[in-house]
């Protein structure tokens, strides 16, 4: 089991940046890690991905504006978020699989997080 908790949301303006944390705990670290997304009223939607060796995977919303990176000596994933819109207002949720492989599927997530408020104000 890895317990995850999200920290780094806030309020801020049209295209300012913020950058969410994940602190991971718990069994394997190694784990497919991702950011998975709520805006209000709407689907839940993959945001980024990234495994164990830094490879990477984006919502095709993010391209180009958001960055996710870990650190695997500290169990930490972060997103960088750049010039933000009114849209990226959201839920933020950290996700980890058990599988080491990618996957934009919330369903074959096994760990969340309980999530961090972004609100973007135009």
């Known amino acids: 089991q890895v317990q995850l908790v999200e920290s780094g949301g806030g309020l801020v303006q049209a295209g300012d940046s913020l950058k969410l944390s994940c602190a991971a705990s718990?069994?394997?670290?190694?784990?497919?890690m991702a950011w998975f997304r709520q805006p209000p009223g709407k689907e839940r939607e993959f945001v980024a991905g990234?495994?164990?060796?830094?490879?990477?995977l984006f919502g095709d919303s993010v391209k180009g504006r958001f960055t996710i990176s870990r650190d695997n000596g500290k169990d930490t994933v972060n997103l960088q978020m750049n010039s933000l819109k009114p849209d990226d207002t959201a839920v933020y949720y950290c996700a980890a699989r058990r599988f080491t492989s990618a996957s934009m599927r919330g369903s074959q997530y096994d760990n969340w997080g309980q999530g961090t408020q972004v609100t973007v104000s135009s």
């Open positions: 990234i495994n164990w060796s830094g490879d990477s």
């Open positions: 718990g069994r394997s670290f190694s784990n497919y």
